[in-house]
């Protein structure tokens, strides 16, 4: 496992809700972070069908293009009773073409869980996984997850994407009503950062 030695990271996302989890994780630990977006850097086309894929491409393609070590987070819901979509896919089953609308994603997966009038709970997961790679080509990954059920309608403002209708296991709040420091404790996010730590930071 390769340590991280330097002073600077590119955080490789675009998602301003992951932004901002992730620099709070960092926080601690005095590193001089910037985004693929403070570096101009164009969103790479998300072409991998798993997390891993997808979080080694974007990785990857911020290192290659920055010459400095680049961490991206690649993430998602999966519902049971849908066979674990959206999964891979969640981002994408937000995209309008004016941009993308969460609420309507959100809609179609409990539309969805209706119509095959799921069980409750209506079992669901966070995943995330992050990719540290550096520009000659090494990369780590680490792999986190929470599990919790998918509830209706949605709640909370806080957070971002799917949080409204998560509701994690054991909790009374869903990840939108949390407070965010409550959701660090118990995220996918930290799950998977909690292990790059302990890789790559120990
Ligand atoms: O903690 C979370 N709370 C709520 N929703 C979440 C979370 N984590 C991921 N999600 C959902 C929304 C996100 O849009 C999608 C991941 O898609 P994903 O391609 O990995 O991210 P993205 O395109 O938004 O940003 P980027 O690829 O630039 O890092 O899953
Ligand atoms: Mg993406």
């Known amino acids: 496992m390769r340590k991280f030695t330097g002073d600077k990271l590119i955080l490789a996302s675009h998602n301003a809700g992951k932004l901002r989890e992730i620099s709070e994780l960092l926080a601690p630990f005095g590193i001089t972070i910037s985004s693929a977006a403070e570096h101009g850097l164009e969103e ?10 997808n979080a080694r491409l974007k990785a990857h393609f911020a290192a290659q293009a920055t010459g400095l070590p680049a961490l991206s ?14 999964g891979v896919y969640t981002a994408d089953w937000a995209e309008t073409p004016n941009g993308r609308d969460f609420p309507m994603a959100m809609e179609k997966v409990w539309t969805l869980l209706e119509a095959k009038r799921a069980l409750l709970p209506r079992n669901a997961a966070f995943h995330c996984t992050l990719c540290l790679a550096w520009p000659d080509g090494h990369d780590e990954v680490f792999e986190g997850r929470v599990d919790g059920q998918v509830v209706w309608p949605m709640r909370g403002q806080n957070g971002f994407g799917f949080d409204p209708v998560f509701l994690p296991n054991g909790e009374v709040e869903t990840f939108g009503e949390m407070d965010p420091a409550r959701k660090h404790r118990m995220s996918h996010r930290t799950d998977a950062f909690t292990k790059l730590v302990q890789g790559c930071f120990g």
Not at 73 to 86: K, M, N, Q, R
């Open 44 to 53: 790479p086309d998300e072409t991998e069908d798993t997390f891993a894929g």
């Open 73 to 86: 987070d690649d993430s998602g819901i999966t519902v049971e009773a849908l066979d674990g979509a959206p």
